[in-house]
């Protein structure tokens, strides 16, 4: 029953992934949400988003943001990033239309399971789920991460179940 909230990996933080590998294992978009994946909570791309998104350019990925708040919000974001955007969205599949790939070549990556991880699921995307990087979070959010801790929990018995890793520190290790 929660299998459906459980990510394909789950990994500390989304600076720690490894997109090289990600694209030589045929990715080609990225979706990504913003706020506590990428920044903390309402603040503007920094050096090191800006650092990524500039390699994932090199590297050949095509990008999108996938926000649920509204337009000012995700464009002072964009602004330093200059990808595309979707705000007040749950629209994964409208967001691969968007930048051109399909199920089998995207990859979503979130820091919520009932959001983020769901959505993706939901639509058959491979999804990364990351730490939140903030701890200071709104009400609503800090309630959904006391449900997230029961969905985790049952996410890592499984992982030791299949002897895989449960948390990943860096993403270095082949699945």
Request: some cysteine; hydrophobic content about 40%.
């Amino acid at each position: 029953m929660l299998q459906c909230f459980y990510p394909d990996k789950y990994i500390v933080s989304t600076y720690q992934i490894n997109f090289d590998r990600l694209y030589e294992q045929g990715y080609r978009g990225i979706i990504f949400d913003i706020d506590n994946t990428l920044v903390e909570h309402g603040a503007p791309a920094d050096e090191r988003s800006i650092a990524l998104f500039r390699h994932l350019k090199e590297l050949g990925f095509r990008i999108m943001l996938l926000s649920n708040n509204k337009e000012p919000r995700v464009k002072m974001f964009n602004d330093a990033v200059q990808v595309q955007y979707l705000f007040k969205a749950n629209g994964y599949e409208q967001a691969m239309k968007k930048i051109g790939t399909n199920k089998k070549t995207t990859v979503f990556i979130g820091d919520q399971l009932f959001t983020d991880v769901w959505g993706a699921r939901r639509c058959g995307i491979y999804s990364i789920l990351v730490q939140p990087i903030a701890r200071h979070e709104e009400i609503q959010i800090v309630l959904k991460r006391y449900l997230e801790k029961i969905v985790l929990a049952s996410y890592k018995r499984t992982c030791r179940k299949q002897g895989r890793i449960f948390l990943y520190k860096e993403d270095k290790d082949a699945d």
